[in-house]
């Protein structure tokens, strides 16, 4: 199943993402589940976070933003809880700036990603 068309925003700015994380298992036994995120607040996620995403096999990648974060420091805390790191080669140069309803009621294929 590939859902890239689906992919908006950071998931890790989501109170229910070990939940969403467990979800997507359950529901989908086999293959890759990849968290896609730009790392940013991977760190401040609690070792909850991390064994969740270590026993229910999700994969993080990391999508290579010109922002400031120490990839190695990220790197360590997932081989600690033996979490597969992934990253984007190339940097991201381009951005997509679309119209987002913050209070989730609006229709999401306005926006033109979809």
Same mark, same amino acid.
């Given at each position: 199943? !590939? @859902?890239?068309?689906?992919? *908006?925003?950071? %998931?890790?700015?989501? %109170? &229910?993402?070990? !939940?969403?994380?467990?979800?997507? =298992?359950?529901?989908?036994?086999?293959?890759?589940?990849?968290?896609?995120?730009?790392?940013?607040?991977?760190? $401040? $996620? #609690?070792?909850?976070?991390? $064994? *969740?995403?270590?026993?229910? /096999?999700?994969?993080i990648?990391?999508?290579?933003? %010109?922002?400031?974060?120490?990839? @190695? *420091?990220? =790197?360590?805390?997932? /081989?600690?809880? &033996?979490?597969?790191? =992934?990253? #984007?080669? &190339?940097?991201?140069n381009?951005?997509?700036?679309? %119209?987002?309803?913050? @209070?989730?009621?609006? !229709?999401?294929?306005?926006?033109?990603?979809?």
């Amino acid at each position: 199943m !590939n @859902s890239n068309n689906g992919c *908006v925003g950071e %998931p890790l700015l989501h %109170p &229910e993402i070990i !939940n969403f994380m467990i979800t997507a =298992r359950k529901n989908f036994h086999t293959g890759t589940i990849l968290l896609i995120t730009n790392g940013i607040l991977l760190l $401040q $996620q #609690s070792n909850e976070f991390w $064994q *969740v995403a270590h026993d229910y /096999r999700v994969s993080i990648f990391l999508t290579h933003y %010109p922002v400031n974060i120490d990839i @190695s *420091v990220i =790197r360590n805390k997932a /081989r600690q809880f &033996e979490v597969e790191i =992934r990253c #984007s080669d &190339e940097p991201v140069n381009n951005f997509i700036k679309s %119209p987002v309803n913050l @209070s989730g009621d609006g !229709n999401y294929k306005i926006t033109g990603l979809f």
